[in-house]
């Protein structure tokens, strides 16, 4: 037995965390299966033990900070899903790993999270699930000038970090125009290209 990975990736916005529920709610109540959610200690922009999405649904979930914490829990799933994947870093495992070995032992694999970061970089742990995975989704947002097709997540605050939590205060989606024009580490990119 090997198991099924799929992934839902795509900017903020892009209803990545309501695809995941979706799945989550029906392999619970629709097929009555054992499903472990997790998600980050780290990210309690919402409910600490629920995942929960922007349009209102939600799940109970377990907050992580060590992986050795749910080994026995994932070991009884059937299903198990992780949002905000690209959160799982600096853990006692790696999240690649972690999936791998579920994977191995049969378990099916539902993740969600952001493909990119603002810059347009790939995050590492979803980009290596991208090219193991089954299925693929990847999700469009609309852009917040112009209401097209959105893959990109634009940060409105120039405070130089790289991973800042918060939600439309912070960050909005963009079509690939409307993200690079305004971009706002783009004058210093350009410079360093001509120095
Ligand atoms: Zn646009």
Not at 47 to 59: I, K, M, P
Not at 127 to 136: H, Q, R, S, Y
Not at 148 to 159: E, G, H, I, V
């Amino acid at each position: 037995m090997y198991g099924k990975l799929t992934v839902i990736c795509g900017p903020m916005f892009a209803g990545k965390t309501t695809e995941l529920l979706k799945r989550i709610l029906w392999a619970r109540n629709g097929e009555n299966k054992n499903v472990l959610v997790l998600k980050t200690a780290f990210d309690n922009r919402y409910a600490d033990t629920r995942v929960v999405s922007h349009n209102g649904l939600s799940a109970d979930a377990k907050a992580i900070r060590r992986f050795a914490d749910i080994a026995d829990l994932s070991r009884e799933a059937e299903l198990v899903c992780l949002d905000e994947v690209q959160f799982f870093t600096g853990m006692d495992m790696d999240v690649v790993e972690f999936v791998s070995d579920l994977l191995h032992g049969g378990r099916d694999i539902v993740v969600a999270g952001l493909d990119t970061n603002w810059k347009g970089e790939p995050f590492p742990a979803t980009a290596l699930l991208m090219a193991m995975a089954d299925e693929v989704i990847k999700l469009k947002a609309h852009c917040s000038v112009c209401g097209q097709p959105a893959y990109k997540s634009f940060k409105k605050l120039q405070d130089g970090r790289e991973i800042v939590l918060g939600n439309s205060d912070i960050y909005e989606a963009r079509c690939n125009q409307h993200w690079i024009a305004e971009r706002i580490d783009r004058p210093q990119e350009i410079a360093a290209a001509h120095a």
